[in-house]
C-alpha cells in the first residue's frame, strides 16, 4: 500500500472535524491545507531518500519516536477521543524538526497561503500529519522492511506526487522550500532484498563451482604428473644450491660490510619513529585541553562500537547566550574534523545543536553554523546532517554515524 493509500484510508471527513475541533478559529480550506502539508512532507521524505547517509538517519529517528511515543497509538480507533488525538498531535509536534529540521518556518507560509488557513491552525495540522507519516514508516519498518528497501518504497512516490498534487501548489512549493531539483533528480534505486539475496547466493554458488574445478583440477595432474614432477624437483634443487653457492662467495665483501649498512638502517628508522612521535605530540597540544566529549569521539574513530544513541558532548564548541555563531570559530576541532572527512570518505556525522533557553530554531541555527564552516573548507554537505537538540545547552553534540 502508498503512502498516498493510507494517508486517504486514514484522513477521513469525521478526523477532519475533529482537528477543526482542536482550535478556535477555522479560517480557510482545512482539507486543502492537511493535503498540501502531506504533499509537502512527502516531497522532503523523498529528497532525504535519495542520500544513505540520511535515510540511515532516517530509520533510526523514526524507531526511535516510534518506540518511545506513537508504539501504544491505534490509528484506527484513538482519533475519535479527543484526548487521544491531541496527544498524537502534540507528538508531531515535539519531533517535527527530527524529522524535518528546515522545513517548519517556510511551510508554515506556504501552506497559509494557499489555503487561506491560521498560522495556529497550519501548525497543528502540520503537527498531525508529520506523527502519521513517522506511524506510517514505523509500521513499513516493523514489518521487516530494510533501509534500502524503504529508499525505494520512498522515491517510487516522486512522480505519482507531482501527477497528484495541485500544479499551482507544486509551482510555489519548488521554489518556497528549495526543491529546484526534486522534479529532474535522478532516483538510485537500491536493488530490492529479494534481488540482493539471489545475488549472494549466485556468487556463492559460482565460488563453490571454482572452488570444485580447482581442487578437481589439482587433483588430476598430481596424479598423472607425479613422477615427471619429482624428477624436476630433484634437478632444480641441484642447481639451486650449486647458484647459492656461486652468489655467496661473489659477494662475500658485500656481505662483511653489512653490519654498518644495518647500523645505519637502524638509526634512520630510529629517527623516523621519533619524527611522527614529535608530529603527533604536536597535534595533540594543538587541540582543546580537557573536552572529555572530543577524546570520546576520537575514541569512537579509533575503534569504538556505534549504535543509535552513541552521541558525546563537544563542550568547547560553545555559543554565547542566544547566539548562532560559535564563540570560537577557529576551534581546532573543525580542523581535525575536516581532516578525518578528507582521509577517510566513510566519516559522516550528525550535529545536533541546542539552546539553553530551549529555543529549537536558535538549536538548528547553530548546527547549521557548525556544517557550514565545515563546509566551507571543501567537505561534502551530504556527509554532515544538522538537526536541533531539545537538550538545553549552550554547545553542540556530536554524533559519529560511519567511520
Do not use: C
Request: glycine content about 6%; hydrophobic content about 40%.
Amino acid at each position: 500500500m502508498t503512502l498516498f493509500q493510507k494517508f486517504d484510508e486514514s484522513v477521513t471527513n469525521e478526523l477532519i472535524e475533529s482537528l477543526k475541533n482542536l482550535g478556535e478559529r477555522n479560517l480557510g480550506d482545512t482539507k486543502g491545507a492537511i493535503d498540501a502539508i502531506f504533499y509537502t512532507l512527502l516531497a522532503g521524505l523523498i529528497r532525504r531518500a535519495n542520500s544513505d547517509m540520511s535515510t540511515s538517519m532516517l530509520v533510526n529517528q523514526i524507531k526511535k519516536i516510534h518506540n518511545r511515543d506513537l508504539k501504544e497509538f491505534n490509528l484506527k480507533e484513538d482519533f475519535s477521543s479527543t484526548k487521544k488525538l491531541t496527544e498524537f498531535v502534540d507528538i508531531g509536534e515535539r519531533n517535527m524538526s527530527q524529522i524535518f529540521p528546515s522545513f517548519r518556518s517556510q511551510l508554515l507560509n506556504l501552506v497559509t497561503t494557499h489555503s487561506g488557513t491560521s498560522k495556529q491552525e497550519t501548525a497543528k495540522y502540520s503537527s498531525f500529519v508529520n506523527a502519521l507519516m513517522i506511524s506510517f514508516l514505523a509500521e513499513k519498518l516493523e514489518e521487516g522492511t530494510s533501509k534500502e528497501d524503504l529508499m525505494n518504497f520512498l522515491k517510487e512516490h516522486r512522480d505519482p506526487l507531482f501527477e497528484r498534487a495541485p500544479e499551482a501548489f507544486v509551482e510555489k512549493m519548488i521554489p518556497a522550500l528549495g526543491m529546484h531539483d526534486l522534479r529532474s533528480m535522478k532516483m538510485q534505486f537500491a536493488k530490492k532484498k529479494e534481488e540482493r539475496e539471489m545475488e549472494a547466493n549466485s556468487n556463492e554458488t559460482a565460488e563453490a563451482e571454482a572452488e570444485t574445478e580447482v581442487v578437481n583440477s589439482y587433483e588430476y595432474e598430481e596424479e598423472s604428473n607425479g613422477m615427471s614432477k619429482k624428477t624436476l624437483l630433484i634437478a632444480g634443487v641441484v642447481v639451486l644450491v650449486g647458484l647459492l653457492g656461486y652468489l655467496l662467495y661473489d659477494s662475500r665483501e658485500e656481505l662483511f660490510g653489512s653490519d654498518t649498512q644495518n647500523e645505519s638502517s637502524v638509526i634512520e628508522m630510529e629517527e623516523d619513529s621519533l619524527a611522527v612521535q614529535d608530529s603527533l605530540a604536536l597535534l595533540a597540544e594543538e587541540l582543546p585541553q580537557g573536552d572529555a566529549g572530543w577524546l570520546a569521539l576520537k575514541e569512537l574513530i579509533d575503534g569504538g562500537q556505534l549504535n543509535v544513541d552513541n552521541e558525546v558532548k563537544i563542550q568547547s564548541l560553545s555559543f554565547n547566550e542566544g547566539e548562532i555563531e560559535l564563540a570560537d570559530v577557529n576551534n581546532s576541532i573543525i580542523d581535525s574534523l575536516v581532516s578525518q572527512f578528507k582521509s577517510n570518505p566513510r566519516f559522516q556525522i550528525q550535529i545536533k545543536g541546542g539552546d539553553s533557553n530551549g529555543n529549537s530554531q536558535i538549536g538548528i541555527k547553530r548546527a547549521f553554523h557548525l556544517k557550514k564552516l565545515i563546509q566551507d573548507k571543501g567537505v561534502n554537505a551530504i556527509k554532515i546532517d544538522a538537526i536541533s537538540d531539545p537538550e538545553k545547552l549552550d554547545y553542540l553534540k556530536l554524533r559519529l554515524v560511519s567511520k
